[in-house]
């Protein structure tokens, strides 16, 4: 890589968080945080409830709008500081998928529904385009044979894993999850467990926010270890298993562990 690539690469991370602050009234939840996220890196978000990891992911897609800082997705820039676009605010949602501890399926469309409709809606796709990216996408999920399914007939684990082909079928630039797995039974959690671990292999950009340590050690490439609205500590994950440096880092990890 010549000098001006590298640093061309460097201004051209996936995600980006400078000084990113939110108060909720007189509650400080995230105090100035700065997280740079490159493309194709798995970051994982640990820590105890409350510290501000849902509020942090909500952040980046602009779910909670931040009362400070700067968050850039895929070169989409907006500062909390300045009157939000409209034209931003589509430009860097349309950048970021996300799936939710629950999963969020329309109850009355079947799984191929819930993942063409918004293809149409907020793509154009074409109904028969849409419906082939969501066969494509349940397929690659392991559920070819549940299209014609409604959400209900589905287990907690499959509905979880549709919920990611929908997310997936909007092609992100990056994926967001927020605790996949905790509503779910651990062994249909390891389904979806797989599934992210996949597409971190094919190289999706993704941050995860997950009680799952053996998957924050072993997938992540980035570890960030949050408390009190705050990094406590980041860097390497099997370092800081092995390692932590931080007492409350040390605390949490011997509480969950
Ligand atoms: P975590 O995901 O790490 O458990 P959260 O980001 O959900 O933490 O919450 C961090 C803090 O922000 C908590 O004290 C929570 O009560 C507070 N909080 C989150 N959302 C809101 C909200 N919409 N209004 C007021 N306080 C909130
Ligand atoms: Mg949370």
Known sequence: ??????????????????GVEKRFGDHL?????????????VVALIGPSGAGK????????LLERPTAGTITVDGVTVHADHEIKERDLAALRSRVGMVFQSFNLFPHMTALRNITLPQQRVLGRSKAEAEARARALLSRVGLADKADQYPARCSGGQQQRIAIARALALDPKV???DEPTSA???????????VMREL?????????????MQFARDVSDHLVVMGDGDIIEEG?????????????TRQFLRAVL
């Open 1 to 18: 890589m010549s000098l001006a690539d590298a640093a061309a690469s460097k201004t051209t991370s996936a995600i980006r968080l400078d």
């Open 29 to 41: 939840v995230l105090k100035r945080i700065s997280l740079e996220v490159q493309p194709g890196q």
């Open 54 to 61: 849902s509020t942090l992911l909500r952040c980046i897609n």
């Open 175 to 177: 994926m967001l999850f």
């Open 184 to 194: 779910l039974d651990p062994e249909v959690g390891l389904e979806v467990l797989k």
């Open 200 to 212: 971190a292999d094919e190289g999706m950009t993704m941050a995860v926010v997950t009680h799952e």
């Open 236 to 248: 390497d994950p099997h370092q800081i298993f092995a390692d932590p440096q931080q007492a409350r």
